[in-house]
């Protein structure tokens, strides 16, 4: 049942986003940018490294990530990155304040239980995928 439900998004993703590069590459992608942010290696994501991530990602420590600050942090190529970046930076500022994507934490963590795992992180991206690429 697991398996036929991942076979599923695999394929919604494979479908849904033709242009881009995502299909078989995609869990790779956001599996190394899992273990990216893992900094402990414990299979979860904690807050702190959730936080430290996004800190040192804003390298000029000015309280916004730009985009191209933002791209060295995103899942997926810069394409993805791109859109993903856009939909949060509302106001075009080139601007996403990092205590908005702290607060992410808390939609990726659906058990509530202050952590990440590698299939909560998956369910993330892939939701966010859906709501940036609708299908047809
Ligand atoms: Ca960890
Ligand atoms: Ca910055």
Redesign the pocket.
């Known amino acids: 049942m697991g398996y036929l439900w991942m076979t599923l998004i695999f394929v919604f993703i494979s479908y849904g986003v033709p242009h881009l590069n995502t299909g078989g590459d995609f869990y790779k992608i956001v599996d190394g940018s899992f273990k990216n942010v893992d900094s402990n290696n414990d299979g979860y994501i904690e807050k702190h490294e959730f936080n430290t991530t996004i800190n040192t990602a804003?390298?000029?420590?000015?309280?916004?990530?730009?985009l191209k600050?933002y791209k060295g942090f995103s899942a997926g190529g810069p394409q993805i990155a791109t859109r993903i970046y856009k939909h949060f930076d509302k106001l075009r500022k080139n601007c996403i304040k990092v205590e908005n994507v702290a607060s992410q934490f808390a939609v990726m963590d659906q058990e509530k239980n202050g952590n990440v795992t590698k299939s909560e992180f998956r369910q993330y991206y892939v939701n966010l995928l859906q709501i940036l690429f609708p299908p047809v």
Do not use: A, V
């Open positions: 804003d390298s000029d420590k000015d309280g916004c990530l730009t600050e």
